[in-house]
T-cell receptor
């Protein structure tokens, strides 16, 4: 099973709302990632969790707050977003954060619209 | 720094045509190289990978060979189908660094 699941599939939120995106994998992977993808662009890395600890934050605004409650679950908490934050948010996981040869498996993404 | 350059799209082919999507990279050391495919409205799927020079990755009729001398990882398929219509991303990853570095993506449209 190489599946990464993400919920919800679609999310519309106002600029004053608080919402959360959820990602789950049951492959025993120890690295998990959040990416943001705008239309017709490649994914851009936001955060990396390595063994449940935040290891990379690509200077993401504080209105995005990641959380890794356990090795299978990754959340992205959203608060006071701007319309330009509308994008596809992708979660990914890989077996070993220290080994570059291991591929990343991506979830289907959450399509976020900020109104 | 590390970077990936892909041929600009879109690429439009007729069914059963030969496909080549060029990808070159800049990196120190020995990166691992990947091709991902993204179908409309979906996430990225790993298509194939190669982890060292002269490795050939292959999957679903697609192939790519890791060429260190030309720093290239071109994607090829001998006979494309309408169902291959998607955006293809070339990517590299180095060692203990967590992130994938993507090319800009190439959109492929296959007409019946």
């Amino acid at each position: 099973d190489t599946e990464v699941t993400q919920t919800p599939k679609h999310l519309v939120m106002g600029m004053t709302n608080k919402k959360s995106l959820k990602c789950e994998q049951h492959m025993g992977h120890r690295a998990m990632y959040w990416y943001k993808q705008k239309a017709k662009k490649p994914p851009e890395l936001m955060f990396v969790y390595s063994y449940e600890k935040l290891s990379i934050n690509e200077s993401v605004p504080s209105r995005f707050s990641p959380e890794c409650p356990n090795s299978s679950l990754l959340n992205l908490h959203l608060h006071a977003l701007q319309p330009e934050d509308s994008a596809l948010y992708l979660c990914a996981s890989s077996q070993d954060p220290q080994q570059g040869s291991y591929e990343q498996y991506f979830g289907p993404g959450t399509r976020l619209t900020v109104t | 720094g590390n970077s990936v350059t892909q041929m600009e799209g879109p690429v439009t082919l007729s069914e059963e045509a030969f496909l080549t999507i060029n990808c070159t990279y800049t990196a120190t050391g020995y990166p691992s190289l990947f091709w991902y495919v993204q179908y409309p409205g979906e996430g990225l799927q790993l298509l194939l990978k190669a982890t060292k020079a002269d490795d050939k990755g292959s999957n679903k009729g697609f192939e790519a060979t890791y060429r260190k001398e030309t720093t290239s990882f071109h994607l090829e398929k001998g006979s494309v189908q309408v169902s291959d219509s998607a955006v293809y991303f070339c990517a590299l990853r180095r060692g203990s660094q967590g992130n994938l570095i993507f090319g800009k993506g190439t959109k492929l449209s296959v007409k019946p």
